[in-house]
């Protein structure tokens, strides 16, 4: 199997903090092709900017380069976007899915208490990151909820791919926010998405960690100290991470 992880956008903080990030996206070749987690923003949302990326750039040093675009990457890796019949989110913030219009005929994986807080009324400040627009296609959804599985422990829902792939619900940053499980040829790797702060970082304000992402960094950093064999992403890395994943693939 081949897996490619590129960032699908380039976040950076303004001075003084030196924080420099890119959001995870991963291609992972499968028995139905080309699977895509988490898309990053559109071509729209550089052509026609939706009000979070007009502000975003007022807030952080953001490139918005359409270069980035996971279409673009796709096409870079020797894809067509039309390989990609298959798109994982792990939530539906529009730095995750906005580049689902760039797929039209890819079906849409996503838990279903995402979905419904996608297209519900908001219940809390981080539902604004919704934008509608990115569902106006009509993809073709499969909705997912716990029935009893684990994987090391957690809970979790089995992917309909090979290689093995799960689901795992870490909601909190979002009502139905995901990790998703792959298992590769060199062992598992855990993206746990937004769901701990950028690769676990160690000195990150607990507070504001909960406020932003949930309960789960306690248990995340507990099981990442207890399964060093396990390979775990964030859904925002620094941009070292990505130098030469995008070209060569993960080993």
């Known amino acids: 199997?081949?897996?490619?992880?590129?960032?699908?956008?380039?976040?950076?903080?303004?001075?003084?903090?030196?924080?420099?990030?890119?959001?995870?996206?991963?291609?992972?070749?499968?028995?139905?092709?080309?699977?895509l987690i988490d898309t990053g923003p559109g071509l729209e949302d550089y052509a026609d900017p939706h009000w979070m990326l007009k502000l975003y750039p007022r807030l952080f040093i953001t490139p918005m380069d359409p270069r980035e675009t996971a279409i673009q990457q796709v096409r870079r890796l020797g894809y067509r976007p039309e390989d990609v019949r298959h798109i994982i989110l792990t939530h539906m913030h529009f730095d995750h899915c906005g580049g689902l219009p760039d797929f039209p005929h890819a079906a849409v994986?996503?838990?279903?208490?995402?979905?419904?807080?996608?297209?519900?009324?908001?219940?809390h400040w981080t539902e604004l990151a919704y934008v509608r627009r990115h569902l106006a296609h009509k993809p073709w959804l499969n909705l997912y909820e716990?029935?009893?599985?684990?994987?090391?422990?957690?809970?979790?829902?089995?992917?309909?791919?090979?290689p093995e792939m799960w689901l795992v619900p870490l909601f909190g940053h979002s009502r139905g926010h995901c990790g998703v499980a792959i298992r590769t040829e060199s062992g598992?790797?855990?993206?746990?998405?937004?769901?701990?702060?950028?690769?676990?970082?160690?000195?990150?304000?607990?507070l504001l960690v909960r406020m932003m992402l949930g309960l789960h960094t306690p248990r995340l950093r507990a099981f990442k100290e207890a399964h060093p064999e396990i390979r775990m992403t964030t859904g925002h890395m620094w941009l070292d991470f990505f130098e030469g994943r995008g070209a060569a693939g993960i080993p």
């Open 1 to 35: 199997m081949k897996m490619y992880c590129f960032n699908g956008f380039t976040c950076d903080a303004r001075p003084p903090s030196k924080l420099k990030t890119g959001l995870v996206c991963t291609l992972v070749e499968t028995d139905q092709g080309p699977v």
């Open 109 to 123: 994986h996503v838990h279903r208490r995402e979905y419904a807080a996608f297209t519900g009324r908001a219940r």
């Open 146 to 162: 716990e029935a009893g599985d684990q994987w090391f422990g957690f809970a979790a829902i089995r992917l309909p791919f090979e």
């Open 188 to 206: 598992w790797l855990f993206h746990v998405a937004d769901a701990a702060p950028i690769e676990f970082t160690a000195d990150a304000s607990e």
